[in-house]
T-cell receptor, first 116, second 110 residues
Framework: GAVVSQHPSWVICKSGTSVKIECRSL??????MFWYRQFPKQSLMLMAT?????????EQGVEKDKFLINHASLTLSTLTVTSAHPEDSSFYIC????????????FGPGTRLTVT | KNQVEQSPQSLIILEGKNCTLQ??????????LRWYKQDTGRGPVSLTI?????NTKSNGRYTATLDADTKQSSLHITASQLSDSASYIC?????????FGAGTRLTVKP
């Protein structure tokens, strides 16, 4: 099946710094990628939808200036958490849609962000 | 109110036993329903995907059912193994919009 990777798998940063998370579709082209956040014992919450070559669409309540998304190619999307605070500590998961008729969506392994 | 409700929230069973997880939804219009397995600290992995016309679909020891009239789905796990311990998430799609359930946390004990 299709593979989506994320890097890094975990990161610890100090409050006030910025962190970039990469999401790659390894064996298919993804015109649409999604970024989710998941808090402990909760389900995934969609943050934004990222379309290659255009601006991301953010869900209500998600600050676009804090969570910068860049989808520069058909295989790479990045999420940058700017001026991170401890409350941004979470599990960030990306997914990519393969554009097939079934519009299958494949999830990455996630990135654990801890802000100290 | 979440449009996808899962029950139970958590479940503990002994290795080798069967179990059934439930998913009720109010999402409309309905496109498809997926069951995902999410191991702790990992991303979700697709188990099954069902469209409106499908009533049941199996993937090894996992069997999903769908009743589109009552808007209910179940995931049955047969002969559970320790590696089945994970969260199981029901996701219902309306057009291209995916709605996630909160998941059922399954623990399989030896």
């Amino acid at each position: 099946g299709a593979v989506v990777s994320q890097h890094p798998s975990w990161v610890i940063c100090k409050s006030g710094t910025s962190v970039k998370i990469e999401c790659r579709s390894l064996d298919f082209q993804a015109t649409t990628m999604f970024w989710y956040r998941q808090f402990p014992k909760q389900s995934l919450m969609l943050m934004a939808t990222s379309n290659e070559g255009s601006k991301a669409t953010y869900e209500q309540g998600v600050e676009k200036d804090k969570f910068l998304i860049n989808h520069a190619s058909l295989t790479l999307s990045t999420l940058t958490v700017t001026s991170a605070h401890p409350e941004d500590s979470s599990f960030y998961i990306c997914s990519a849609r393969d554009g097939s008729p079934s519009n299958e969506q494949y999830f990455g392994p996630g990135t654990r962000l801890t802000v100290t | 109110k979440n449009q996808v409700e899962q029950s139970p929230q958590s479940l503990i069973i002994l290795e080798g036993k069967n179990c059934t997880l439930q998913c009720n939804y109010t999402v409309s219009p309905f496109s498809n329903l997926r069951w995902y397995k999410q191991d702790t600290g990992r991303g979700p992995v697709s188990l099954t995907i069902m469209t409106f016309s499908e009533n049941t679909k199996s993937n090894g020891r996992y069997t999903a059912t769908l009743d589109a009239d009552t808007k209910q789905s179940s995931l049955h796990i047969t002969a559970s193994q320790l590696s089945d311990s994970a969260s199981y998430i029901c996701v219902v799609s309306a057009n291209n919009d995916m709605r996630f359930g909160a998941g059922t946390r399954l623990t399989v004990k030896p």
